[in-house]
């Protein structure tokens, strides 16, 4: 499995860092061959694509087409011939968005024996609409790169939160260490792992460090055991959040940053540009994200504010707006996001460790 991985990626090489501005085309250029090898010029410069081959100038019309068959569609979100245009669905799923949330949880079993409890359960004065970033509580969009990560950017990203709502300082924490030395119980490096166990050992290991102390390399590398207890960000526990309940995911990010699990798969997701994503998705929860929000269109749509970590340039400078609400596949979720909602705790007096 992992040869197989490190064959089809080393010969694919994407540049995922820049490339911010999206990539535009003409109509016309898809009507013939050459305007669909012209497009495939433009686009691998402007993602500054080294590889060319007949087989990735196949998966990159397969794409184009889809996306401009798409948008053509009166669809509440729009497609974009994106970065990753030239893969196809399923190695883009195993490179990028394959966490093994729903596949780990259940080896884990229930959780609900754990004696954490949800604080927010009882809250009723939840508000219209909230979004943390405006509150200067969510760091910058960050980039996982090609390590099947996304679990430790969905931890991290909630640590951040809690620790700036408790602080009011927002610093930026490491998802390296969660990769490096959180691999004890089913978490493992790139190859993926639950917000539930990071929380979990962020608590009993001295916190979590900064991304200055602990700085992200992409790779698994022996734990640097030295950082534990130094500048790092402390937790007590997490919440539990009911799963498959719309309404107490909604308690929940009143009140911080929730992880959620989503199910990728499909051409949409991969390619998606803005607007409220409706996509049904599939069934099985793989790909770490954060709910940092939630609001509605002026249409009335409902929806989400979802952090990526896949670089700015994908969605809406790295965001996803998924739909919530009566018109969402319930009790569910978007692409089975309610499965696995997770979330830190961290009392207000717990003091942190060098910060
Ligand atoms: C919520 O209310 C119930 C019933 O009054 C109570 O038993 C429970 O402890 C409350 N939960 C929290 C977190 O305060």
């Not at 409890?117 to 960050?142: C, H, M």
Request: charged residues 25%; negative net charge.
């Amino acid at each position: 499995m992992e040869t197989n991985k490190f064959l089809i990626f080393s010969v694919y090489l994407v540049f995922i860092l820049g490339a911010v501005e999206s990539f535009e085309y003409l109509d016309k250029e898809l009507e013939t061959e050459e305007g669909l090898q012209d497009m495939y010029e433009r686009w691998r410069a402007h993602h500054n694509v080294a590889e060319k081959s007949p087989d990735r100038f196949n998966v990159f019309k397969h794409n184009v087409r889809h996306v401009h068959k798409t948008n053509k569609m009166n669809k509440p979100y729009k497609l974009k011939v994106n970065k990753f245009a030239a893969m196809t669905n399923y190695e883009f799923v195993n490179t990028y968005a394959d966490s093994k949330i729903g596949h780990i949880m259940a080896l884990r079993g229930n959780l609900k024996d754990e004696a954490w409890g949800f604080s927010y359960e009882n809250q009723t004065d939840l508000p219209k609409s909230i979004d943390w970033r405006q509150k200067n509580a969510v760091a910058p969009i960050k980039n996982q790169g090609q390590c099947g990560s996304c679990w430790a950017f969905a931890a991290v990203c909630a640590v951040e939160t809690i620790n700036a709502i408790r602080t009011g300082k927002l610093v930026t924490l490491s998802e390296q260490q969660l990769i490096d030395c959180d691999s004890t119980g089913r978490n493992n490096g790139c190859d993926g792992g639950i917000m539930q166990e990071a929380f979990t050992f962020i608590t009993e290991h001295g916190g979590l460090a900064t991304d200055a102390s602990y700085p992200y390399e992409g790779h698994k590398h022996p734990c640097d055991k030295a950082k534990f207890g130094h500048h790092s960000v402390t937790l007590n526990g997490q919440e539990m959040i009911p799963p498959d309940d719309e309404l107490s995911v909604m308690k929940a990010v009143a009140n911080g940053v929730v992880t959620v699990g989503m199910d990728p798969y499909g051409d949409d997701f991969m390619l998606y540009s803005e607007g409220v994503f409706t996509a049904p998705g599939g069934t099985t929860s793989m790909h770490a994200l954060n709910i940092v929000g939630y609001d509605e269109t002026p249409e009335g749509i409902q929806y989400w504010i979802v952090r990526n970590s896949w670089g700015e340039g994908w969605g809406e400078k790295g965001y996803v707006r998924m739909q919530r609400g009566p018109a969402a596949p319930q009790p569910k979720g978007t692409c089975v996001m309610y499965g696995h909602p997770a979330m830190p705790r961290k009392d207000p007096d717990r003091p942190n460790n060098e910060l």
